[in-house]
């Protein structure tokens, strides 16, 4: 059975005989070794996405073109199935 260990720099678990984190590429000669301590952040998820992508406007990934066409097709095909 094989050992796991924290990775220092960026918490991911990995096994205990590796010698650097395949996840973030940390090593013992750039900062990380076994003696260090890992402390976790907080991180709040809502503050980060209101500080760095709301705008104050709610936007739609559709344009205003591809509505109009989306009503138009649904609306053939919603007349096609009432009267055919």
Do not use: P
């Amino acid at each position: 059975m094989e050992d796991f260990t924290v990775c220092q720099h960026c918490g991911a678990e990995i096994r205990a005989e590796v010698r650097f984190c395949r996840h973030c590429g940390s090593s013992d000669s750039d900062g990380w070794s076994e003696d260090t301590e890992y402390e976790e952040e907080e991180f709040d998820y809502e503050s980060y996405v209101s500080e760095n992508f709301d705008n104050g406007k709610l936007t739609t990934s559709l344009s205003l073109h591809w509505k109009v066409v989306t009503l138009v097709l649904l609306s053939i095909f919603l007349l096609g199935f009432l009267f055919f």
